[in-house]
């Protein structure tokens, strides 16, 4: 079963709130509890309504498919440890990541405000989704915000010739003074990989330089990175190294720091139809407010004004806001088809 992105039979606008609603009933549908399904909604929604489409509804057979295999806990309840002044660790449980993080969000917070920065390290846990909305809600909140997470091995490392790395997208976010934070969200890869399967659904070739076949040969054709191919660190043919080390750095703050495992460590095999890494998540969180001089966010304006005194044209996490406001304003467009097939999941019975 495959929910299909592009739009053969028209389009409709549905409000992000009836989104989140009918995305939530799929989960609960489908093998998680209430609370669960009520944040992956959340998370999946968020992502469709600001233009991630290779983390929104696109995901959704890739989590029943999960949860049908057993592989993840759609029920877990995870189990926040108070390690110290300033660290933080969740026990996913065999369950999600993002219900991990909220549950210990609040205690995150808290510790970064009393004691300047603090660190949340999630380990036996499942991410499945774009990073940045772990970081926003922190840079609201007036703390800069900073996670990184690993994922399965589809990566070569630079001059390698096997996947042994994630896609390891680190996410930043900030407070700007008078406007949204400033946010990005990155891959360490070449593209993110939802964005080959995309690529590959569509028929489309890739740029050269972002992927290898099965036998290390450089191919643009998505499916031949998907069919045991691999894709490439970001930097390009001269550069990879550099996002070959920033890989490394998730891998070793992600996974080894937080008791999860490395992109090329756990094994699935036994659960066929397992979409989603078990691996780690690490996020830290600064208090600005500790600083001495001028405010950072309006510190944080003055460097965006600048970049854009420079030249810079659109700022991280730009495009992403507009297509939130139009989202807001008149809905989420989904093909007709994809809409109908949603709503069909969210009423059948598991």
Known sequence: MTVPHT?????????????????????????????????LARN?????RDGSHSHGVFRIPGYLSTLASG??????IPRVQDVAPGYLAV???????????????????????ANGIALLAIHNSHHFAALWPDVEPLARDGLVALALVNSMACVVPSGGTRALFG????????????????????????????????AARE?????????????????????????GGALLPFGGVHSSYK????????????????????????????????????????IIAIDPAKNCGRGFAQRCEELVQAMAGAGQARLPGERRY?????????????????????????????
């Not at 969000?105 to 405000?113: G, P, T």
């Not at 070959?244 to 490395?262: D, K, N, R």
């Not at 939130?324 to 709503?343: F, K, N, S, V, Y």
């Open 71 to 76: 592989w993840v806990d759609g029920h877990a």
């Open 167 to 198: 896609t390891n997208p680190i996410a930043f976010a900030a407070p700007r003074a008078g406007h949204d934070p400033l946010v990005f969200d990155l891959a360490t890869s070449a593209m993110a990989h939802g964005d080959v399967q995309i």
């Open 243 to 282: 996002g070959s080390a920033l890989s490394m750095m998730v891998e070793l703050l992600a996974a080894a720091l937080t008791g999860g495992h490395f992109s090329f460590e756990f094994d699935w095999s036994g659960h066929p139809g397992a979409q989603t890494p078990h691996t780690g998540e690490l």
């Open 91 to 113: 026990d996913a449980c065999n369950g999600f990541a993002q219900p991990a993080y909220m549950a210990a969000y609040d205690a995150l917070v808290a510790k970064a405000r």
């Open 7 to 39: 739009a053969e039979a028209g389009v409709q606008h549905i409000p992000f709130d009836t989104l989140q609603a009918t995305l939530a009933r799929i989960f609960e549908r489908h093998g998680t509890s209430a609370e669960v399904a009520a944040v």
């Open 203 to 227: 028929g489309r070739l890739l740029p050269e330089g972002f992927g290898v076949n099965r036998h290390g040969q450089p191919t643009q054709d998505p499916r031949a990175i998907l069919d």
């Open 44 to 48: 999946c929604a968020s992502a469709e």
């Open 322 to 350: 507009r297509q939130r406001a139009l989202a807001l304003r008149g809905g989420i467009a989904l093909p007709a088809d994809t809409w109908c097939e949603l709503q069909r999941l969210a009423d059948m019975q598991a």
